[in-house]
């Protein structure tokens, strides 16, 4: 995949079209087709999300647990086409809060980028954080430094320090940040493959049919998590496992976040959105399976890989400790990676929503630096705000807490409950994103970018929103702390109390400011078509 795949629209005809749409080009247009593959890959990075899900799939499911990837992928890859077409129609900053507002009005899209924003924000904490662990490891190892990665004033400080670092690089302009994530995508590349190899060269302990073995998973005597499903795989154990895989396959759309400032957007950010899914597909069920077939092959190793004790630092333990070593380094990068393309992402969706004025203080939150033709102050905000919820690793309870009617779990930290609404988060706007898409093409909208579903849109975003709407109930639905589901993410009550406090936040300023109504009229209605994209020939499904 090059730059130079397909035509590539002159920069005027992309800010022709962005002011048919009402905004005029501010931000400097400088991505082409791979970086904005790249910031996409890098934001759903399936090294960061394998590393950080492993052992909630394998522990809960056995090594079955990867075949429920397919249908994950194949359902998010419907989303992904809805949100090609409303991207290849509307090829603005902001992405989903933009395609809320076009498609259903300002107060519905309001509420998308609410709940996207926060979410984004929250992933940055959780990305940051996650890589402390690894990064204090490759440290010691190469330094013989003793820094403990689970220590709260060291997942702080490294936190910070990240966030900061991130926040300077996004700060000097979009190239870098495509460059930063075509680093992250070759270095995923080297370290998902990479790793399967390493794995297979040291010598894989099962055959391929362990793949498809649950190892006693369902039941508590055989489940290495020390959990009870009562045997029930399917109906108790994978309901589990599967989110080892939905929290993994987003991110793409973030393809549609850096839109006006990517080359030829009406026609890159759908294409981008489709392989940067697809690839990452590819690229975490080979690191899975090479994962699977080095665990070891004794019914005791097996339960130890597949521990929080053990998980895949115990698996990669196999290989020489230089090699080891190498594969720290690429899983550093690739944590920063992420964490920098998601807080691009989120500061584009802020500087989208400030030029709308409809936050507070939006004309400086608005603002692009002319040096950089970045919006620079709303990469502060998206700076200081993760800072602030990274403090919150510091509240971990000794003992569990009522909360009114539901507890809040000893020895997990508040962090870990909040990084809880960030996939939640990001469910809820995308199935209020392809419900906004089904409402606009019920009042009769036309897409008219290059590319559209053409009579495939009513089928493929019905079944799209019905994947979204059941996969939020599972991930939201509350449960007792003795239950496996409590016990091992969404905490009780806590993942759809955190969704409905922050949804409240927002109400009250929602009520209070009425931000709606500081927005103008669309440029077009939503039966318009885009100019710019109807000339060329549609790219049809």
């Known amino acids: 995949m090059s730059e130079s795949d397909g035509p590539s629209a002159p920069p005027d005809e992309d800010a022709a079209h962005l002011q048919r749409l009402g905004y005029h080009q501010e931000l400097h247009r400088v991505l082409g087709l791979f970086d904005n593959f790249s910031v996409a890959f890098s934001y759903l990075s399936p090294m960061v999300g394998v590393y950080s899900l492993f052992v909630l799939g394998v522990g809960t499911a056995g090594p079955a647990y990867l075949w429920l990837m397919i249908p994950v992928v194949g359902f998010m890859l419907l989303v992904a086409l809805v949100f090609g077409e409303l991207a290849s129609h509307y090829p603005i900053a902001g992405a989903l809060y933009q395609y809320g507002k076009w498609s259903v009005g300002p107060k519905y899209g309001w509420w998308i980028g609410w709940i996207y924003g926060l979410a984004l924000l929250v992933t940055v904490a959780s990305v940051d954080t996650g890589v402390v662990g690894y990064l204090t490891t490759l440290l010691n190892n190469l330094f ?3 820094l403990d990665g689970t220590s709260h004033g060291t997942i702080l400080l490294v936190t910070v320090v990240l966030i900061v670092i991130q926040t300077l690089m996004n700060t000097v302009g979009a190239k870098l940040m495509g460059r930063i994530s075509r680093l992250g995508v070759f270095v995923e590349t080297i370290g998902t493959f990479g790793v399967a190899i390493a794995l297979a060269i040291a010598g894989f302990h099962h055959g391929f049919g362990f793949l498809f073995s649950t190892q006693g998973a369902a039941h508590a005597a055989g489940n290495p998590l020390g959990v009870d499903f009562g045997g029930h795989w399917i109906t108790g154990a994978a309901l589990v496992a599967i989110l080892a895989h939905a929290y993994i396959y987003y991110g793409f759309e973030s393809a549609g976040d850096i839109a006006e400032e990517t080359k030829s957007a009406s026609r890159v950010v759908p294409r981008t959105m489709r392989a940067s899914l697809l690839y990452g597909a590819v690229a975490s ?11 070891p092959a004794s019914a005791k190793g097996y339960a ?5 004790s053990g998980g895949v630092p115990a698996i990669l333990g196999q290989l020489p400790s230089g090699v080891q070593d190498v594969f720290l380094v690429v899983v550093c990068i690739a944590f920063f990676s992420c964490g920098t393309a998601v807080q691009g992402a989120g500061s584009r969706l802020m500087y989208s929503y ?3 004025r409809v936050l507070p203080f939006s004309a400086k939150l608005s603002s692009v630096s002319k040096r950089f033709h970045t919006p620079v102050n709303a990469l502060i905000v998206a700076c200081v705000i993760p800072v602030l919820f990274t403090l919150l690793v510091n509240v971990n309870p000794s003992h569990n807490v009522r909360i009114l ?8 930290n508040a962090l870990t409950l909040l990084v809880s609404f960030g996939v939640s988060g990001i469910y809820l706007s995308f199935l209020l994103t392809v419900i906004g898409s089904m409402i606009a093409r019920a009042r009769g909208w036309q897409p008219a970018g290059s590319f559209r579903l053409g009579r495939w849109g009513w089928p493929v975003s019905i079944a799209a929103s019905l994947y979204l709407a059941l996969m939020l109930v599972n991930i939201i639905w509350p449960s007792g702390l003795a239950s496996p589901r409590g016990s091992l993410f969404n905490f009780d009550w806590i993942t759809l109390m955190v969704m409905v406090v922050l949804l409240a936040v927002g109400a009250i300023y929602f009520l209070a400011a009425r931000p709606y109504r500081r927005l103008a009229p669309p440029a077009e209605p939503v039966t318009a078509s885009a100019p710019a994209a109807s000339a060329e020939t549609p790219e049809a499904v």
């Not at 009617?405 to 997990?412: D, K, N």
């Open 285 to 295: 069920a080979v690191l899975i399976i090479g994962l699977l077939l080095a665990m």
């Open 354 to 356: 400030a030029r709308d």
């Open 144 to 146: 013989g430094t003793h």
């Open 304 to 308: 130890d890989a597949a521990s929080f």
């Open 405 to 412: 009617w539901f507890e809040m779990p000893a020895g997990v």
